[in-house]
């Protein structure tokens, strides 16, 4: 299956900081995906982005089919954005997820 | 609005019983799956459904069953509950085409003792 590798893992933010979230995968994916898990554990979709740019608020995606990745820009951090961010790519009907980023952002 | 429903949201249960946590989703999709979530592990595969009776096992499949008797259900059993289950067990859905996102339901948290 294909390999995805987040970074960084840990991340902790001031509020109002910027930060950037990496996914690398390892092979052609026909999706990929950002989810927030919440500190309730809720699995939130942020964006669905197989390439290109999208814009939601506050966060914004980045996929570059062709070299492989995908960033995440969280902008003007809130507490409310703490949590744990997964990509998944999928190939076919598979799904492969990322380890995670754990945020902690502190007021 | 559609969405996935998953119960209970919290289980209790002692080792040695069936245990088996209900998944109902009314998007229509044909494709299911189960993932159970531990801490240091992310979210790994259980079983999975591309449509109605076909099931697929996952990587962590040993212990557990599912059937697909309809689009809307796929229920995951516990055949005999052990310790190691104990963990967040997460149902999602997709359309099935290639350009299909993936949508969680809310998660049990099952506890084994």
């Known amino acids: 299956g294909i390999q995805v590798e987040q970074s960084p893992p840990d991340l902790i933010l001031q509020e109002g900081a910027n930060s950037t979230l990496r996914c690398n995968f390892s092979?052609?994916?026909?999706?990929l995906q950002w989810f927030h898990q919440n500190p309730w554990g809720q699995l939130i979709n942020l964006f669905y982005?197989?390439?290109g740019t999208k814009q939601n608020g506050r966060l914004s995606a980045t996929t570059v089919a062709t070299e492989r990745y995908s960033l995440l820009y969280i902008s003007s951090s809130q507490t409310t954005d703490s949590g744990v961010y997964f990509c998944?790519?999928?190939?076919?009907?598979?799904?492969?997820f990322g380890t995670g980023t754990s945020l902690t952002v502190i007021p | 609005d559609a969405e996935i429903t998953q119960s209970p949201r919290h289980k209790i249960t002692e080792t040695g019983r069936q245990v088996t946590l209900a998944c109902h989703q009314t998007?229509?999709?044909?494709?299911m799956f189960w993932y159970r979530q531990d801490l240091g592990h992310g979210l790994r595969l259980i079983h999975y459904?591309?449509?109605?009776?076909?099931?697929n096992k996952g990587e962590v499949s040993d212990g557990y069953s599912v059937s697909r008797s309809n689009t809307e259900d796929l229920p995951l059993t516990l055949e005999s509950a052990a310790s190691s289950q104990t963990s967040v067990y997460f149902c999602?859905?997709?359309?099935?085409?290639?350009?299909?996102?993936?949508?969680f339901g809310n998660g049990t948290r099952l506890t084994v003792t």
């Open positions: 999602a859905s997709s359309a099935g085409q290639n350009n299909s996102p993936l949508h």
């Open positions: 092979d052609s994916v026909n999706n």
């Open positions: 982005i197989p390439s």
């Open positions: 998944a790519s999928n190939t076919g009907n598979q799904f492969y």
């Open positions: 998007w229509n999709h044909n494709n």
């Open positions: 459904s591309y449509g109605v009776q076909d099931t």
